[in-house]
């Protein structure tokens, strides 16, 4: 319980009343050249270690919602489905994850334009917390329609009612993707066929501020004239002048969209995970951008404490870590969900980046 109150302390992930450390999330989706779709995503947190863990949950794992005040007085649930997450802080609060159907479901940090209903105790057998969200319905659904349904009777709300929101990531095997945002306490599905998710402002928004970059095309811009003089390239990649280059969210979704679209498509699904995290390199945060001066920034290799990747076709989750560099995977169809134990393991199980001597002799 301590952990949980440092945590809303901390502002981790939803935060509105410290200063702001980096809570930056890119999400991007790749197809292979037969159209499967991997999904990856980057998470963000500035301001102290996430300790994060992968948890393997089977068949019939029980759990109970927090509610305002960090009880555990919320909705019970119970696992129908299998799954891997990835959490943050908390075994709890899996903050990105697969299941054994192939549905995929995230949080990413929405600072400012979402606001959930006001929590009432008397629906506190339906009420769901906003970080325990991506576990239940990994447990329960397994595909978008499914989630879309399973929502319409719950009530989603914070932990603690001064934070901000998060919004959500789903989709399935079929290539099928949503985001939902709740505003003004009501639930907002968007289909999201572009398949990239940052932060705020809303994902409307988002799409709409991509007209601004119309501009933009992959190549080289050629050269032409002005007046009486020439005027030509520096070097490759001019079509993309202008992308913009900060780690705001509107900034980092533009970058994540071009990117994206001007990928090759992959012949495998391996070679798409690949590719998704050759991307999401260039949305790796640096520790000490974010943090303002004369303040102390923390002792951490990156902000960008991981980045993963999901193959719901294979069922395969990657990841690696601002740890170690290394993908790992795993794969959902070597784990027998009716049989295994609940598990939670650190992603590290060293902490420092591994450096590998070249032996020349």
Not at 174 to 191: D, M, N
Not at 276 to 288: S, V
Request: proline share 6%; aromatic share 10%; net charge neutral.
């Amino acid at each position: 319980m301590k952990r949980l109150i440092h945590l809303l302390l901390a502002g981790l992930l939803c935060g509105v009343f410290l200063p702001r450390p980096a809570h930056a999330c890119t999400g991007i989706t790749l197809h292979t050249a037969d159209s499967l779709p991997i999904l990856a995503r980057t998470i963000e947190w500035g301001g102290s270690d996430l300790n994060s863990q992968y948890v393997i949950v089977p068949r019939g794992y029980a759990q109970q919602s927090y509610v305002p005040g960090g009880t555990t007085d919320g909705m019970s649930f119970r696992a129908r489905y299998g799954y891997v997450g990835l959490a943050v802080e908390q075994k709890e609060f899996v903050a990105e994850g697969l299941n054994e159907k192939g549905l995929s479901a995230g949080l990413f940090y929405f600072p400012g334009y979402g606001a959930y209903e006001t929590y009432d105790a008397r629906h506190r057998q339906t009420s769901i917390a906003d970080l325990q969200l991506v576990s239940w319905i990994l447990g329960s659904c397994a595909t978008v329609d499914e989630v879309k349904t399973a929502l319409e009777g719950v009530h989603v709300v914070a932990i603690d009612p001064r934070a901000s929101t998060v919004h959500w990531r789903f989709a399935d095997p079929t290539g099928r993707q949503v985001v939902l945002e709740i505003i003004g306490g009501k639930l907002h599905f968007y289909e999201n066929p572009l398949g990239v998710l940052t932060n705020s402002p809303g994902f409307e928004w988002q799409l709409t501020n991509l007209n601004n970059y119309v501009n933009l095309f992959p190549g080289s811009a050629p050269a032409q004239q002005l007046g009486g003089i020439r005027l030509s390239q520096f070097g490759a990649g001019s079509g993309f002048l202008g992308i913009p280059g900060d780690v705001t969210p509107p900034s980092r979704f533009v970058r994540a969209a071009f990117y994206q679209a001007t990928a090759p498509r992959a012949k495998s699904a391996e070679g798409a995970v690949r590719q998704c995290f050759q991307i999401l390199n260039n949305f790796d945060i640096p520790i000490g951008i974010e943090v303002s001066r004369g303040e102390q920034a923390p002792d951490l290799p990156s902000a960008t404490q991981w980045t993963s990747a999901t193959d719901p076709t294979h069922r395969v989750i990657y990841y690696r870590t601002m740890r170690n560099s290394a993908i790992r995977s795993i794969d959902l169809t070597r784990i027998d969900f009716s049989r295994t134990a609940y598990r939670a393991v650190p992603l590290d199980e060293v902490r420092e980046q591994p450096i590998v001597p070249v032996d020349v002799q």
